[in-house]
């Protein structure tokens, strides 16, 4: 093969083979070219991978733990295990349905007993009327639990304890137990999905994910009110609520790892998560980001989020309004009891992580659902002190009240729940902010109220999901099939976010209130404890 040394002037070719000294020469630009590319792809895709945003103070940054690093993985019968089928861009339309059937065992006989015991849960099952997690003592009203009234903020060890439903057999045995079916945690799977396709590049969500359809028929527009904060806090407990995290090894593990460096990226020194946007939210949000820090925290004991966890909860204690106890859009103001709820989840996700809650905000929290409530005995409750009673607003000052202390036995709580079943049963709208507190409330309680209301929404839940291939899918539209009321004005993610939280309340949280099969189940463990006895 002959080639041709060509000068700088085409027009004069000078015929001859090239020598291999001079082959080389040729191709050193073409080496350097690819070298170049190949670091340049390199170092877009790692940045792209660890989402490292713009924004500063006091962010973690490679703070947080290892990418691969902490919890052990491998659960033998985690439903999360479906994490193997692969990435999340890609779903599994049909087949995963049959495979979580197969993984769902169906007595307490198929699951290993020893993986699911935390320290010391048995203990707690056998302590009679004592809530499982101990959270229903925030307060005098029942003494016991994680809260050391007047203590400071910022006392104490995490407990895993309440949040050890979230993977291994133990969230199996929840799930069976609760009502759950391999459609709805099909449903959380797609959900999760579309959650991670449409978070942004710099690791946080929007309450307008139009930006992030990449498919050619993109998620169909819905309006959508702003808080960056809100949405990737929301996006971030459901990845959490299904037991994923920025420590353990699987899916969604980058996604989570991202939200979160996000997140305490842009906190302020005064502990403020909220970024801007609608100025309704500032609350709502500081309250979502609190709670996705200290769960995380709570969950894997990073300690590159202990102090970020600290200042979110401690922007809330010095938010509530000093005279009467509530909490709403900013800082201080007369509180609302939609703004108010949202406060107390982050105060509780606070004692998972191990911060303790002053006596003080305490005794003011009872204070504002006294005067919120709208008869004498305080079983019904509006939104504000003043105004009429709400159902919506009196499932999520119930379910504040379960948190405070009131015993399941309580006769104020058992006819506030009998009026939340029976308006539920008769309710013809939907409305997931309702459904989110009040699946929660009835969850706690059990029984045959429970039971009505986990069918109903579990199956209308399922069946609203997208299911369609296209942007879409995995999603819910706050507007099909009919309208939500909020969230026609929070958007898609939002509706998206509440609906997989409602989804994933058998095992999101540990019951409140001990119920005969968890008996069973803490007699199990028990047995498994217990040493083998030589025959004689």
């Known amino acids: ?43 877009l895709g790692v940045a792209l991978f660890l989402g490292d945003p713009a924004g500063g103070g006091g962010g973690i940054g490679d703070g947080l733990t290892g990418l691969f690093g902490g919890e052990e993985s491998g659960d033998l019968t985690a439903l999360t295990n479906l994490d193997g089928l692969g990435d999340s861009q890609s779903l599994f339309p049909q087949g995963a349905d049959a495979l979580i059937e197969t993984i769902m065992t169906p007595t307490l006989a198929a699951v290993d007993t020893a993986m699911m015991r935390p320290p010391a849960l048995d203990e707690r099952l056998r302590g009679g009327a004592t809530p499982l997690d101990g959270s229903a003592g925030l307060g005098e009203e029942r003494p016991r639990g994680l809260v050391g009234e007047g203590q400071r903020l910022g006392d104490g060890k995490p407990s895993k304890v309440p949040l050890s439903g979230r993977n291994g057999p133990l969230k199996t045995t929840l799930l069976q137990i609760g009502g759950a079916t391999p459609a709805s945690e099909a449903a959380v799977e797609r959900g999760l999905a579309w959650l991670a396709r449409h978070q942004r590049y710099d690791g946080s969500w929007c309450l307008d994910t139009s930006e992030m359809c990449r498919e050619a028929v993109p998620c169909p527009p819905s309006r959508a009110m702003s808080s960056d904060t809100a949405a990737t806090g929301l996006a971030l407990l459901a990845f959490l609520g299904a037991g994923h995290s920025h420590t353990k090894e699987g899916r969604y593990q980058a996604n989570v790892t991202r939200g979160l460096k996000w997140l305490v990226n842009h906190r302020t020194g005064d502990g403020n998560f909220y970024t801007g946007g609608a100025p309704m939210a ?12 200290c769960e995380a925290y709570a969950l894997t004991e990073d300690p590159a989020l202990k102090t970020h966890a600290e200042k979110g909860l401690g922007f809330i204690l010095r ?18 009891t939609s703004v108010f709820g949202w406060q107390m989840f982050a105060l509780r996700s606070g004692q998972f992580a191990g911060f303790n809650v002053p006596k003080k905000t305490v005794s003011l929290s009872r204070l504002y659902l006294d005067h919120a409530a709208t008869d004498k005995r305080r079983v019904t409750y509006g939104y504000q002190p003043g105004r009429p009673a709400m159902p919506v607003m009196t499932a999520e000052a119930l379910l504040c009240r379960q948190y405070l202390g009131w015993a399941k036995d309580d006769p104020r709580l058992v006819e506030g729940v009998s009026l939340i079943a029976g308006d539920l049963e008769a309710a013809q709208g939907r409305n997931i902010y309702y ?64 609906s997989l939280l409602t989804l994933e309340v058998y095992y999101r949280f540990l019951p409140l209130y001990k119920t005969d099969d968890l008996e069973i189940v803490g007699n199990e463990m028990a047995k498994d404890k217990e040493p083998d006895k030589q025959t004689p």
Do not use: F
Not at 27 to 42: K, R
Not at 282 to 293: K, N, R
Not at 319 to 336: F, H, V
């Open 319 to 336: 938010a509530q309004n000093k005279l009467e106890g509530g909490w709403r859009y900013t800082p201080t103001i007369d509180g609302d």
């Open 435 to 498: 459904w989110y507190y009040a699946t929660q409330l009835l969850h706690n309680m059990g029984g045959s109220a429970w039971k009505n209301w986990n069918e109903r929404v579990r199956e209308g839940l399922v069946a609203e999901q997208i299911q369609q291939r296209g942007c879409a899918l995995g999603s819910w539209d706050p507007a099909w099939p009919q309208e939500d009321q909020w969230g026609a004005r929070a958007g898609r993610l939002y509706q998206t976010a509440l």
């Open 1 to 43: 093969m002959i080639r041709l040394r060509v000068k700088l002037d085409p027009d004069k070719p000078v015929a001859g083979p090239l020598s291999r000294r001079e082959r080389w020469l040729r191709a050193i630009p073409w080496i350097i070219s690819v070298v170049t590319h190949g670091l340049v792809c390199l170092v």
């Open 282 to 293: 500032h609350l709502y949000s500081q309250a979502i980001a609190t709670m996705a820090v």
